[in-house]
């Protein structure tokens, strides 16, 4: 099966509320997609969103990545050639871990359709159903309780909730929401890099304190503040997950390592596609370490993706944070996995399964 040709797209898709954290607030999903179409008349699917502020791509820079780059090292290559075509993918340019991605996640939806396996027992199998959790954006406090109280009305068991902002006021949201769903949801909170180590370790304590059971912290410092980060983990009973300090394997084992988190966020579009997030599995899996694998506010593609490496890897992947489709008016593509609130089913088709995507607007 040979890739004879590499196109792109452009995919919106409107949030039901705006997406809302310390570094930004999104009104609605956009993805350049690529397909890649073999001799034998398959397409594979991959995307990536424009995520500046944490990994530094844009639309335009990914589009040059995969034009520049990646489309002319693909073009006339065995999709066979997995292993050496991701290898070959990973180094022909630093960073750019999106289009990276976007190109990695096309190619396994391919190789996998090569075997007529979806993509998650063509990675060695598991269960076919997963279950999410669900962000609740940065808000109001009585914004926030309502929110949460809709998303357990709608069955989600686990709360994300965005904080990072104000300190003070990022107590209160917690506990307003704590003492809202307590009992019925259990609440992970990401602070986005917005917090001190200073702050995040009162914050946390005052929280611990009054009795706010937190499943764990995300994030709460600067992606670089690995020593801010280990000194919270050192102060601290609630568990901290590493999310923007951690691209791929290498990161990852800093953080191991140097005992900075406990657990790591790892998500394809940092990680540059599913072959480093497997090795990360690996890594976890051998550290015993703790995973949740994530996504970007992206369309549904590389949030299925996400979850059929989730799902092969099951034994390490504890967490799952694809809420993404979730929060969506509607999703335009169509075939593969499917998002009923908290509920990810994966497709018994082969590969990711996608049929077609509704809207895709084609670049020339
Ligand atoms: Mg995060």
Redesign the pocket.
């Known amino acids: 099966m040979k890739i004879v040709d590499v196109k792109l797209g452009m995919l919106k898709v409107p949030l039901i509320t705006p997406f809302k954290?310390a570094l930004r607030t999104v009104e609605c999903v956009e993805d350049v997609i690529v397909m890649l179409e073999t001799d034998d008349g398959r397409i594979g699917y991959g995307n990536a969103p424009a995520t500046a502020v944490i990994t530094g791509d844009t639309h335009a820079s990914v589009i040059a990545a995969i034009r520049e780059i990646f489309s002319p090292l693909l073009l006339n290559r065995d999709v066979g050639d997995l292993n050496q075509l991701a290898r070959e993918i990973d180094g022909a340019m630093v960073n750019n871990t999106s289009a990276k991605a976007a190109v990695e996640i096309a190619l396994y939806d391919l190789f996998a359709q090569g075997f007529g396996v979806p993509l998650y027992r063509a990675l060695g199998g598991g269960e076919n159903s997963l279950t999410t959790d669900i962000t609740i954006s940065v808000d109001y406090i009585d914004k926030m309780v309502a929110d949460a109280e809709s998303a357990v009305e709608r069955g989600f068991e686990i709360l994300k909730l965005k904080v990072g902002k104000d300190i003070r006021l990022d107590i209160e949201r917690i506990k307003a929401v704590y003492a809202a769903v307590k009992g019925r949801a259990l609440l992970r909170l990401?602070a986005?890099q917005g917090w001190s180590p200073k702050q995040a370790v009162q914050a946390i304590r005052s929280l611990e304190d009054a009795g706010v059971l937190l499943e764990l912290v995300?994030?709460p410092v600067k992606a670089r503040n690995l020593e801010g980060m280990r000194y919270i983990s050192e102060r601290v009973k609630t568990p901290i997950?590493a999310?923007?300090s951690v691209f791929g394997p290498l990161e990852m084992m800093d953080i191991i390592q140097g005992r900075v988190a406990e657990i790591i966020?790892i998500k394809l579009m940092k990680t540059g596609g599913i072959t480093n997030a497997l090795k990360m599995t690996d890594l976890a899996g051998l550290y015993d370490v703790e995973c949740m694998v994530?996504c970007m506010l992206e369309t549904s593609i590389g949030v299925s993706a996400a979850a059929h490496v989730a799902a092969a890897r099951s034994a390490v992947v504890s967490k799952l944070?694809l809420d993404v489709p979730s929060l969506c008016e509607f999703d335009p593509v169509i075939g593969g996995a499917t998002y009923t609130d908290a509920d990810v089913i994966l497709n018994d088709t082969p590969g990711l399964g996608i049929e077609k995507i509704e809207g895709l607007k084609l670049l020339a």
């Open positions: 954290t990401d986005n995300e994030q997950m999310d923007e966020n994530g944070d």
